[in-house]
T-cell receptor
Framework: KAGVTQTPRYLIKTRGQQVTLSCSPISGHRSVSWYQQTPGQGLQFLFEYFSETQRNKGNFPGRFSGRQFSNSRSEMNVSTLELGDSALYLC?????????????FGQGTRLTVV | AQTVTQSQPEMSVQEAETVTLSCTYDTSESDYYLFWYKQPPSRQMILVIRQEAYKQQNATENRFSVNFQKAAKSFSLKISDSQLGDAAMYFCAYRSAARGGANSKLTFGKGITLSVRP
């Protein structure tokens, strides 16, 4: 059974640009969550999608957005990139996102903004 | 809002010895889940162990066990017979047990870097 796949693994962008990251969950999983990991702030929750709907949202500016497709694949978009957006972005999938299901993480996308 | 605190940024243990990683949390909820995740250099977060707050018995997974003190809001991880492959960053995490998956969000501590000396 394939795990959670995130693409690309590495990305370098310039300030002001926008970027799209992709996450393919484990087959059958309908919940996808996104986290930002930085040395200073640690791991912070961005948002969660379930059945193509955003179900939970963290405290990030509107420049961070996401969506989920009918096959449960999810994309995260960051517009008008800032230097502070440099981070490891992790995606996690679970069957339903409920309290009785385990979250499985991908290997992340390392985004560097220059 | 819930918070998770890991006050030790780094720890070191001799191979085959036992080490305990500390974690405290704050919540007003009575029902929740606690986790320890391992993040090796490959960056992929791997679930080590999970504890349901309503269970009094401490969770155990092979060489990994927890000491869950609900009243003290403490959740430490004990690694027995440490191996070189245990070297990684370890994160303590909290998740609400609210129904309907409305609270699937994981709240993480800042993590602790564990090194294992051969």
């Amino acid at each position: 059974k394939a795990g959670v796949t995130q693409t690309p693994r590495y990305l370098i962008k310039t300030r002001g640009q926008q970027v799209t990251l992709s996450c393919s969950p484990i087959s059958g999983h309908r919940s996808v969550s996104w986290y930002q990991q930085t040395p200073g702030q640690g791991l912070q929750f961005l948002f969660e999608y379930f059945s193509e709907t955003q179900r939970n949202k963290g405290n990030f500016p509107g420049r961070f957005s996401g969506r989920q497709f009918s096959n449960s694949r999810s994309e995260m978009n960051v517009s008008t990139l800032e230097l502070g957006d440099s981070a490891l972005y992790l995606c996690a999938s679970s069957l339903s996102g409920g309290e009785d299901t385990e979250a499985f993480f991908g290997q992340g996308t390392r985004l560097t903004v220059v | 809002a819930q918070t998770v605190t890991q006050s030790q940024p780094e720890m070191s243990v001799q191979e085959a010895e036992t080490v305990t990683l500390s974690c405290t949390y704050d919540t007003s909820e009575s029902d929740y889940y606690l986790f320890w995740y391992k993040q090796p250099p490959s960056r992929q977060m791997i679930l080590v162990i999970r504890q349901e707050a309503y269970k009094q018995q401490n969770a155990t997974e092979n060489r990994f066990s927890v000491n869950f003190q609900k009243a003290a809001k403490s959740f430490s991880l004990k690694i027995s017979d440490s191996q070189l492959g245990d070297a990684a960053m370890y994160f303590c995490a909290y998740r609400s047990a609210a129904r309907g998956g409305a609270n699937s969000k994981l709240t993480f501590g800042k993590g602790i870097t564990l090194s294992v000396r051969p």
